[in-house]
Nanobody
Framework: QVQLVESGGGLVQAGGSLLLSCAAS????????MGWYRQPPGKQRESVAG???????NIADSVKGRFTISRDSAKNTVYLHMNNLKPEDTSVYYC????????????WGQGTQVTVSS
C-alpha cells in the first residue's frame, strides 16, 4: 500500500503563487508516475500535470506556462509550482501515484483546496 499526503493549498489572490507538495510513503514501486489532478465544483476530475520517475512531464494546456511539476525521488515527493493563478484554478487538487507495471496500483491523496480570489 502507498499513502499520499498533500500540503500547501490555501487562499490566494489572482496573479499569486502557491506550491503544492505530496509525499508518498509505503511500498512504492520504483517505476511510477506521480501527478496532480483537480476537480472544480460540479465538474469531473481532470489531469493537471504528471511526472515519471525518469523525469518526463506532462502539463495540461489550461495551465501550461503557469504551472510546473517537479519531483524529489529521494524523498518520494512531487511538487506543483503554480504561478499567475486565476479564479478558474479554484479547485480541490489531488495527488496521484500510478505504478507502471502489470496490475499496478493507482493511489490518491485526500485532496487539498486551492481558492483563487479575483
Amino acid at each position: 500500500q502507498v499513502q499520499l499526503v498533500e500540503s500547501g493549498g490555501g487562499l490566494v489572490q489572482a496573479g499569486g503563487s502557491l506550491l503544492l507538495s505530496c509525499a508518498a510513503s509505503g511500498s512504492i514501486v520504483s517505476n511510477n508516475v506521480m501527478g496532480w489532478y483537480r476537480q472544480p465544483p460540479g465538474k469531473q476530475r481532470e489531469s493537471v500535470a504528471g511526472i515519471s520517475t525518469g523525469g518526463v512531464t506532462n502539463i495540461a494546456d489550461s495551465v501550461k506556462g503557469r504551472f510546473t511539476i517537479s519531483r524529489d525521488s529521494a524523498k518520494n515527493t512531487v511538487y506543483l509550482h503554480m504561478n499567475n493563478l486565476k479564479p478558474e484554478d479554484t479547485s480541490v487538487y489531488y495527488c496521484n501515484l500510478r505504478e507502471l507495471r502489470a496490475r499496478g496500483g493507482d493511489y490518491w491523496g485526500q485532496g487539498t483546496q486551492v481558492t483563487v480570489s479575483s
